[in-house]
T-cell receptor
Framework: EDQVTQSPEALRLQEGESSSLNCSYTVSGLRGLFWYRQDPGKGPEFLFTLYSAGEEKEKERLKATLTKKESFLHITAPKPEDSATYLCAVQARGAGSYQLTFGKGTKLSVIP | GAVVSQHPSRVICKSGTSVKIECRSLDFQATTMFWYRQFPKQSLMLMATSNEGSKATYEQGVEKDKFLINHASLTLSTLTVTSAHPEDSSFYIC????????????FGPGTRLTVT
């Protein structure tokens, strides 16, 4: 069974204080690992897809990296508007319908 | 691009009634759509996979007679919660994969269902 564990559950940062969120996974052959951002009361917003170990993707203050066992979402000099819950999900190779298995998320709060 | 809409955004219904939620891909075709539910402070739980022109595939523990899914076109899937009860109150979110492109799913804004 595919499993995704995210840590920490919650993270409070001062504005400008860089940090990383962790996503550990076990999957029977990884097709892709996905990062989403979810604001309260809204659907998740797609951020990144990573397909193979060593791959990195960047978008503004966010950078996602992938190893064979985990992924990190690095946040550089965060701003209050980066406050949200960040979700990690995996998709197994051979999942014909492209189903995702989600972690419980990391709730990030950035304090001005 | 890759915008998914849901309607309604909020609905309150009485116990025993049925509620229909629509999920539309606005600027792309989606053979496959997904329905999730999310309880407060918990992650998304996949309920079912909806395929255009065929029967939906339900996850273990999800009652297919209670949560009716219809995917009649490449841009529309509907979820009907039949004989709703207070325990069905939740945040329902749909997603869609763009046909012929990457593997990521794009999510709708969600529907908050409250059953009184």
């Amino acid at each position: 069974e595919d499993q995704v564990t995210q840590s920490p559950e919650a993270l409070r940062l001062q504005e400008g204080e860089s940090s990383s969120l962790n996503c550990s996974y076990t999957v029977s052959g990884l097709r892709g690992l996905f990062w989403y951002r979810q604001d309260p009361g809204k659907g998740p917003e797609f951020l990144f897809t990573l397909y193979s170990a060593g791959e990195e993707k960047e978008k503004e203050r966010l950078k996602a990296t992938l190893t064979k066992k985990e992924s990190f979402l690095h946040i550089t000099a965060p701003k209050p508007e980066d406050s949200a819950t960040y979700l990690c999900a995996v998709q197994a190779r051979g999942a014909g319908s492209y189903q995702l298995t989600f972690g419980k998320g990391t709730k990030l709060s950035v304090i001005p | 691009g890759a915008v998914v809409s849901q309607h309604p955004s909020r609905v309150i219904c009485k116990s025993g009634t049925s509620v229909k939620i629509e999920c539309r891909s606005l600027d792309f075709q989606a053979t496959t759509m997904f329905w999730y539910r999310q309880f407060p402070k918990q992650s998304l739980m996949l309920m079912a996979t909806s395929n255009e022109g065929s029967k939906a595939t339900y996850e273990q523990g999800v009652e297919k007679d209670k949560f009716l899914i219809n995917h009649a076109s490449l841009t529309l899937s509907t979820l009907t919660v039949t004989s709703a009860h207070p325990e069905d109150s939740s945040f329902y979110i749909c997603s869609a994969r763009v046909d012929g492109e990457g593997h990521e799913q794009y999510f709708g804004p969600g529907t908050r269902l409250t059953v009184t």
